[in-house]
């Protein structure tokens, strides 16, 4: 029978084709109004393929046509449940691999009847591809197919349809689940969120997501991380709980015992960045410890004979944040204040006084700032400039613009990310020693061609990709090194397709989610996954529009609306998630800082 099938385990886990189709689903092209939003990445937890649906006798083409869409949700055996829906000729010429759709808001359109014979034509918005692998790429477009239909035993049967399975959106994110793969950052100090999208019972999860990080990041990632787990490097024996029982592997406690082979002689620091990719991959798909890793039979590391924990590998924890550390801080009037409980406290030195900044942005350790003031020059005289100095102390002037966006930390504090006049991508080198700057551009071309200019750019927390707004759409881009070690952004696609207003503002709130602010007067503010496979509400409860600006952490998003600043908590119930102004800045007009 032609065509791949999704494989559970083991290196090679090809994806099985899929369409979405169902009628009255609103998907990408357009948000859900609802005060709690779904978790990006959310599905349900009963076990995919745990019914397979059979024909209903005597169902009418187009009825059937939608159950068609419905088993296809099972990609075990070849599409076996949805192979059912077909004629035997039809289930032999299908090619259930040959390419990965997925849609939204399905037409059903009739275009010829007879006694035996029928021809539909379904139409619909296209919003991602699914790759090899798992990946989802957010596509944007029209979907137009024609199925035909015969009788077989007296039944509607499919007898011709295009490559390829239908799905609808919904039933996609229902039925399968968004678990991130963790590869190393290129100065190997933090792990690089890599989402994919995979199928199976949660038994079988650890096996997939093993084979999955031995495969090595895929499309526009690969040159932007390390994999330990490549190469050679294979899994001996089945994949058990720790104390090498083979059944209900993941689920629950009992941690997993993973035997490798292949890494030979390797040292203490790639034993814990090999480690770290694991665990990291495996927890937070809701996989316990102890992690009992193996190589050749032998403990991965002496230290850890009966397994390792996630506290063991915390230094590189994607989840961790420093914004506790450095505690929430403010632009108002012009300069910067640190937010306590019992109100605002103006910060010494210059960034505290200047009084004319029109943005701030904390490096990550909360010990240097880069800021946007105003010159008080005017046209064609240079009205920003970028000032970057210690917290508390006095700052320099860096360059120029007539525009300077927000400024964005790189990891290490050591350089500072900006977009000057719109369309010019700079990065601001300092050194440590000397306190001496230096500009270098970036090659940004990529993301210039997309449009006319770029208003606001945020690096993630790992530094490998960037956040971008250009011409009030929301692009997410690569952040390469080259050969020379100059750095470029590459491979720029948009993430937020069907946003329906423009962006205004963003900020990463964990590795794999953006947080942004749209011109809205409904659901101002939304989240959206990495690779664009969902764009989710936030609660709009005590917002009053327009947001004008956005903070994020791993814990808490925050926003500044047209009277106050807001706080959301992630770790709140769902029914009880709503914005509540910020203690310390009751009343105030002021846009929040985090580091970053």
Known sequence: MPGRKWVPSGRSALVAVVIAVLVGVSGCASLPDSSTPQAIGTVN??????????????????????DFFKASTDPSGEHLAARQFLTPTASGRWDDGASVTIVDKIDVLPESRSANKATYTIRANKVGQLEPGGLYVAVDGSFEEEISFSRHDGEWRISDLPEGVILDRAQFLNSYQRKSLYFIDPGGTMVVPDPR????????????LVGLLMEGPKGALAPAVRNELGGEVSVLGPITKADGRTAHVGLNLGGIRIDFGGLGVIDEQTKQLFAAQVIWTLANAGISGPYVLLADGQPLDGR??????????????????SSAAVGLHALREGSMVSVTEAGVIPVPGYFGSAGNIQSLALSQNGQMVAA??????????PTSALMVGRYGEDAAVVLEGDAITRPTWAPGSSAIWAVVNGDKVIRVLRDPNTGLTSVADVDAGAVTALGTTITEMRLSRDGVRAALIVDGKVYLAIVTQMPDGEYALTNPHAVANGLGSPAI???????????????????????????????????SRNLTTPVLAVDASTTTEFVADSRAVFQLNNNDPAGDRYWREVPGLTGVKAIPIQPG
């Open 505 to 539: 503002a963003l900020d990463w709130s964990t590795s794999d989610t953006i947080v942004v602010a749209r011109s809205a007067s409904e659901i101002p503010v939304v989240q959206v996954a990495v690779d664009g496979s969902r764009l989710d509400a936030l609660p």
């Open 372 to 381: 946007v003031a105003d010159t008080d020059l005017e046209a064609p005289e």
């Open 197 to 208: 999208w995979v199928w199976g019972p949660q038994d079988q999860m650890a096996s997939q």
């Open 304 to 321: 850890y004979p009966n397994g390792w924990t996630t506290a063991d590998v915390s230094s590189m924890n994607p989840f961790a944040t």
């Open 45 to 66: 937890t009963d076990p995919p393929g745990s019914s397979v649906a059979v024909p209903t006798p005597g169902r009418e083409p187009d009825l059937l046509l939608r």
